[in-house]
């Protein structure tokens, strides 16, 4: 990624689940599952910490629907201009996170085996 881009995996994911809009908590989880095809589920002992760690920099405001009790977070205006900024980086450096990738698979196939990688690919259809 480009020199300075220090954004994380749950960053990444979370800017690119807030483009379909305001979200709970548990919704939010379920467009992270939904995103990663499954693969990577967030409990919420770790999605509750970082919607705060968020509100806190300023990135998202929640709001608590009297109606249902849930709280839903948005993006402030300084969120949606750092999920600009962030969406933007990625596509950047879309070459380097293939690199990374392929080297994961090469791991995967030095570990397992090239039938372990090729099994493994026909999951990702």
């Not at 509100?55 to 998202?60: C, P, V």
Request: proline letters at 4%.
């Amino acid at each position: 990624m480009p020199r300075g881009f220090q954004t994380g995996p749950y960053e990444v994911m979370f800017f690119v689940a807030m483009k379909d809009g305001p979200a709970y908590g548990y919704e939010l989880a379920t467009r992270f599952g939904k995103m990663t095809e499954g693969h990577i589920k967030v409990s919420f002992g770790t999605i509750y910490p970082f919607l705060r760690r968020m509100e806190h920099r300023g990135i998202i405001k929640s709001t608590r629907d009297e109606r249902s009790g849930r709280v839903y977070y948005a993006l402030t205006p300084k969120g949606r201009t750092t999920q600009a900024k962030v969406l933007k980086q990625i596509k950047e450096s879309q070459k380097e996170w293939e690199q990374k990738l392929l080297g994961i698979l090469a791991m995967h196939a030095e570990v397992f085996g090239r039938k372990a990688l090729r099994e493994l690919l026909k999951r990702v259809g």
